[in-house]
């Protein structure tokens, strides 16, 4: 088939719902770009949401699972143990973001290990209730839409929803220009949002602690905009959780593994959770996911109440234990760092330009998960998606603002990270003027 014919095929048989940036095919995908049916080559600053974070088609990634393919492809974790399972448990451990965190779980996708983490806080806690943040997003299965809060497409006409879900505000304090670094003080009796003080109004007038099992939030907002919490906030929901018995749940499967400079999110506030969950990342690109939680908790649960046919597989496990070596080997972590101030400073310099601030409105995050939200109303981000798109480049938008996601390889080389900037700057300022 044609190119055209293809994208005409596509259109028609594949369903509508999902939703698609481009019409294109794509072909093959090696490091830090893809290349599309009939040779179109793009510098993929997306990593397919978040996922092929250590580029598409890592050597070491697909030799480990080419190899576990030929020795076995499914084991069934509820029939018996799987060595790329265990091994991948063992290559965990001494990542988690605190020693708590010593028994796993794992799953297919980001949604059904959230599922897994309410259905984990609701029997050991023997309460129901759910609390989350505004903004948030979970996922697109029926308890996972209820938790859903970042657009309002996700639960449209898909109701009724698990019910027993209540949200607060998470701070996002630009309008109070309030800094969202790691560092310096955050003033809460002046933030509009209030977000502890409804918290704390929200357990006395909407869900009892004695009714509310956890509250879960992603410890840097995803696709609600990209949005660190100022300091100290973590701490004061830990606080919360631990006076009221409700357990702290951190929802990482974007913003974990690598993709704010450290490991996990939570470790820039020094704040446990009692239940990690993770996904995309973890095994850059095959379906996998995870909790980690303590023992004493997970061990609540009977025996086949958790499960799921595919969940844990053989070769993803195996594409997991790759990863977490290569994180170590090719030192990421030092890479996102080093990356993401090139990328953050490109993007600093534009909000200064008299030629393009204008069209900005903030600039933010962690490591290589960064957000440029334009001046509201006109449609920008999606302008600056475009021209990127005319200039071979794919950038991803999020949020009901006007936000450009910036989510590179983890492991982009200077090069193309010097590519990506000089593309992005040119498609600011072609929008700006
Ligand atoms: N949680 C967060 C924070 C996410 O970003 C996503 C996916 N964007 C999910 C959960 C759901 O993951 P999945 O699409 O794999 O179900």
Redesign the pocket.
Known sequence: MSVSKLAEFGTRHVAKGIGRLSNEVIESGSGSYVTMTGGRKYLDFTCG?GVTNLGHCHPAVTKAAQSQVGKLVHGQINIAFQKPYLELVEQMLPLMPHKSLDTFFFWN????A?EAAIKLARHATKKQNVIVMQGS????TFG?MAMTRSKTVYGENFAPLMPGVFSVPFPYCKQCSISHSTEGKFNYDNCCMDPIRQLEILLKQETAPSDTAALIL?PVL??GGYVPPPPGYLDKLRDICDKNNILLIC?E??CGYGRTGKMFAVEHWGVRPDILVM??GIANGFPL?AIASRKELMDMQKPGSMGGTYAGNAVSCAAGVAVAKTFKEEKILDNVNARGKELRATLDAAWKDEKTKHIIYDVRGLGLMLALECTPGKGYASKIQAKCMEKDMLVLTTSIYDTLRLIPPLNISKEDMAKGCQILKEAIEEVAA
């Open positions: 949401i996708s980001g949604a059904e959230v997003y979970h996922g697109r996972t992603e995803g696709e929802d499967v974007q996904a995309k996911s």
